[in-house]
């Protein structure tokens, strides 16, 4: 973490107006730290620029050895840049590390990249990569590796590359291909990154779970068949649906530190009883997450409790490809007959905070506040009827059990209430996911982004792989395009209000309510806080001694 | 004798087949398929990208004859995909082409076919599966037939009189109460730090906190002991035992009722010589039977069990593999499955013959 010990390097001039409107109140603490360490500034300094503490010493330094039992779901690995579970990035990230983490305080450190720096405008980033690191099979850790793995990001030709996504700008449109002089080696450990437009959401981008970092020979395949990273641990056992276990690699000099000798993922379905059951029988020693009633009863049986706020969500979408739900009068009467408040509590147990039917969450920097929308149940019924679908059966899908199932339920009820005939099915997980994109009505969890556009684009905008609610609008994407390159948030807020009153008019989809998220571990585990991104740094882990 | 094994080969084989195709039809069903492309592509394929995948990867001819791909009678799929220029088939690993991989590779070559849920040979998975629920089979019926015989044997000694009312009202509770409500009973009472026993035993010391029994079965499947097996063991066993409980009590009560039992009671023969003696052995010839057919119904307990208790034996196998539409894995389930039922049959017929002399086979 030499991220930390970088307070006297000159700041960012836009970090210190971030800092400026923080002092003024203008700015949350959270807001400030993802701001100013997406453009560089290293977290001890973005605290140091507020007159804070960093908050970054809450991480404990564990003794070294111990095995650890963590829950979680274990699905078959694969590309990283496919990546779609962040369980996925959970078990390589132990072998495959990222450029860069994001923090549970909203900031970002270095992790492969030993430092990074924005120019003004956010169109040229300059990564430097840390001195030292060693791939586990004796080559140097170079910028070679990080030019690679951004081309390799950038290929759009890949079916189910996210990342492709993320890199915005960074992609040729004509040739879906990594952009000419985009990614620039300077030298050994520097790489730099030129953006034909602005974009703040790079770093984000190459923080999330699909951005692991392979060695440039090996874009693109499976790690599970190499066993080729920079990570201390090496993947000894991975049975899909059943555990994986990660060894401390001996063979392997890692640069940092790691703490724990062996780490084993242990899958126990989807059934929060069941993780219950497992725990009370003491099959492991810290969940992945803990949801609904469990959180109260994990507490109960003596578990030291996590939480998170986050933007985390369950989209309760219509699909727009779908008649009747082409038909914007009847997306409008549905969310007029919903109360999400009722939601929130008869779904999530009231953990969390109401949502506004639009992707922008109030912890977000560019949230901007809406009038609240108005709930009519005769009012919608009414335009339902008008639309011409009062005796329309609606069908909405969702996962067996946890929030999704829940959350349905009560909206299904609120609908029903306004006269609605709705009918409800339940899928198992291993059939739900099949499918999640194209039902015609159905509810899909969403995990947090750190800023606002990020969902936006990778949700709402017309035709990207993640785009479940069929929506397209060409003023959406145009003011997205535009929102993209503003790098002040208060700026972009006036562009985001559009967006966000967009989403409302156009009945897009319910967003019910902002999850807090919850985690519940044994006396003794470290440094495993809930992450509001669900990411597990096996790195960071330990036990107390 | 040797000609009546070999017709029962015959007719296992035969039901094999017929099963195996049943289930293959059934997974092979247009929306199945569809679902299989959805999962291990991409979840947005459009309609024309799902024929396209499924045509590549070999889900394209003729049901019949992927069927007979299948058992290894038909040789297996091979093309040349366009985009990257490799060969692809049935029998072809990465980089390997038509004339070096073999032409056949199906049931009959020993090849039980690729895992999709898991991304493994599904002899790799099988093996290890099929082990784990022997060890949770055995040990249930090391509950089982002891403790179903003893039940049934003293209820049926004396037909009517109160220990017989008792036990048998206990085995028909127990035949009553299905896996998945007396499991669940179990955890509550037994596995729970909050409700049931747990806490009383802790309460009043006898217990250093934790749980009685453990309510999950996974670290059984490092070893097996008292603490972590209990559980699934009682729930397959508490089902089981009442109905061979109640077979072993009519036979008994039958066998009591003899001339000959009578003849010996006549000559003064002890109550207890009668029982050990002369009625154990007759009245044991319906129960092992029984005994015998309890193995299928058993294989359905697993399923049950193995998926509460979270241990990944065959049964959870089945369970992930049909909810995954894993063709090729449920296949090798029923295989498997048609495979016990038959041979515990088997076995039971042969048993018969010794235990009843009056009784021969062909």
Redesign the interface.
């Known amino acids: 973490m030499t991220n930390l010990s970088g307070g006297t390097r000159t700041t960012h001039p836009v970090a210190e107006m971030y800092a400026r409107e923080y002092k003024a109140g203008q700015m949350s603490r959270r807001e400030f730290m993802v701001r100013a360490t997406a453009l560089g500034v290293s977290a001890a300094a973005a605290y140091t620029m507020i007159g804070l503490k960093p908050a970054m010493a809450q991480r404990v330094t564990p003794p070294m050895g111990g095995k650890l039992r963590i829950q979680m779901q274990i699905l078959a690995l694969k590309d990283p840049r496919t990546y779609d579970w962040s369980q996925l990035g959970n078990v390589s990230r132990g072998l495959l590390e990222y450029l860069i983490e994001y923090n549970r305080d909203g900031s970002f450190s270095g992790i492969l990249l030993d430092s990074w720096e924005a120019n003004a405008d956010a169109t040229q980033y300059t990564l430097r990569v840390r001195p030292g690191v060693k791939w586990n099979n004796g080559d140097d850790f170079t910028a070679e590796d990080v030019a690679a793995n951004f081309v390799g990001w950038c290929d759009t030709t890949v079916e189910g590359n996210s990342m492709a996504a993320r890199m915005g700008g960074l992609v040729d449109s004509n040739t879906g291909q990594a952009r000419e002089g985009g990614v620039v080696v300077v030298d050994p450990l520097t790489v730099q990154i030129n953006l034909p437009a602005p974009d703040i959401t790079l770093v984000p981008g190459i923080a999330d779970y699909p951005s692991a970092i392979q060695h440039r020979d090996l874009i693109g395949t499976n790690p599970l068949d190499h066993g080729i990273g920079t990570g201390a641990y090496k993947i000894a056992d991975h049975q899909v649906g059943i555990s994986c276990r990660l060894e401390r690699n001996t063979a392997h000099s890692y640069w940092g530190n790691a703490y724990l000798d062996e780490i084993t993922f242990v899958d126990l379905g989807t059934d929060p009883a069941a993780w219950f059951a497992g725990a009370e029988a003491g099959e492991f020693d810290m969940t992945y997450e803990t949801v609904g009633e469990f959180v109260d009863l994990f507490s109960a049986v003596g578990w030291t409790q996590s939480d998170v706020t986050t933007g985390a969500t369950v989209v309760v979408r219509p699909n727009q490809l779908n008649a009747p739900y082409d038909n914007v009068e009847v997306r409008r009467a549905m969310l007029e007959a919903v109360d999400l408040s009722v939601v929130l509590e008869l779904g999530m147990n009231g953990q969390g905070t109401v949502g506004e039917n639009h992707h922008v969450c109030p912890i977000h920097p560019e949230y901007a506040a809406l009038p609240p929308m108005v709930v009519d149940k005769a009012a919608a019924n009414a335009r339902l009827a008008a639309a011409g679908h009062a005796d329309h059966n609606f069908t909405l899908i969702s996962l067996d059990d946890g929030l999704g199932r829940f959350t349905c339920d009560a909206i299904a009820a609120q609908m029903r209430d306004a006269g609605m005939t709705v009918t409800r099915e339940v899928l198992p997980g291993s059939t739900f996911w099949n499918d999640w994109l194209n039902y015609p009505f159905s509810a899909t969890e969403w995990n947090h982004r750190e800023l606002g556009v990020q969902i936006l684009n990778l949700a709402y905008r017309s035709g990207v792989a993640w785009n479940e609610t069929g929506f397209s609008n060409a003023e959406f994407d145009r003011l997205l395009d535009e929102a993209n390159g503003i790098q002040d948030a208060d700026a972009r807020r006036v562009v985001m209000a559009r967006l966000q009153q967009i989403m409302q008019e156009e009945a897009v989809t319910f967003i019910p309510f902002w999850r807090s998220l919850f985690r519940h571990y044994r006396e003794g585990v470290l440094n495993a806080d809930m992450h509001p991104k669900f990411e597990i740094n096996v790195h960071h882990l330990g036990l107390a001694s | 004798m040797a000609f009546f094994i070999l017709r029962r080969f015959g007719v296992m084989i035969l039901t094999a087949l017929c099963l195996t195709f049943v289930v293959f039809f059934l997974t092979n069903l247009a929306p199945n398929l569809e ?1 299989l492309a ?2 291990q ?4 394929m459009s309609d024309a990208e799902v024929v396209s995948w499924l045509d590549r990867n070999g889900y394209g001819g003729p049901l019949i004859m992927r069927y007979g791909e299948w058992l290894g009678v038909v040789p297996g799929w091979v093309r040349l995909d366009a985009p990257t220029g490799q060969w692809r088939g049935r029998c072809l690993g990465p980089g390997d082409t038509p004339e070096t991989a073999p032409r056949f590779c199906g049931l009959l070559q020993g090849d039980l076919g690729h895992s999709t ?4 040979e599904v002899s790799n998975i099988i093996g290890g599966r099929l082990a784990l629920t022997g060890v949770l089979m055995f040990w249930a019926f090391a509950v089982i037939v002891p403790s179903a015989l003893l039940v049934g044997v003293l209820a049926g000694m004396r037909e009517g009189s109160r220990t017989d009312r008792v036990l048998s009202t206990f085995s028909i509770g127990t035949t009553a109460t299905p896996e998945y409500v007396s499991g669940v009973i179990f ?1 509550v009472l037994l ?4 409700t049931g026993i747990s806490p009383l035993l802790v309460q009043w010391g006898w217990l250093d906190g ?2 009685l029994f ?3 079965a ?2 059984a499947m490092d070893g097996a002991n008292f603490w ?1 097996f209990t559980l699934p063991v009682m729930t397959i066993a508490f089902y089981g035992m009442g109905y061979i409980a109640r077979m072993t009590r009519a036979s008994m009560a039958e066998v009591m009722t003899a001339q000959y039992i009578r003849t010996a009671r006549l000559k003064g023969v002890s109550f207890r010589n009668i029982v050990l003696k002369h009625a154990l052995r007759n009245a044991l010839i319906a129960p092992f039977t029984v005994i015998m057919l309890q193995f299928p119904w058993l294989l359905t307990g697993v399923v049950i069990v193995e ?1 509460l ?2 241990y ?1 034996g065959f049964g959870w196998t089945l369970v ?1 593999a049909a ?2 539409n894993d063709i090729e894995l449920l296949l090798a389930c029923s295989v498997v499955a048609v495979f016990v039922v038959l041979v515990t049959q088997l076995i039971s017929d042969i048993g018969y013959v010794y235990l009843n002399p009056r009784i021969r086979i062909s």
């Open positions: 679902k959805k999962t592509g991409n979840a947005r849920v898991s991304d493994d955890i596995a729970s730090s909050q934790g749980t453990l309510g999950s996974r670290s972590n998926t208790f979270n990944n992930q909810s995954n």
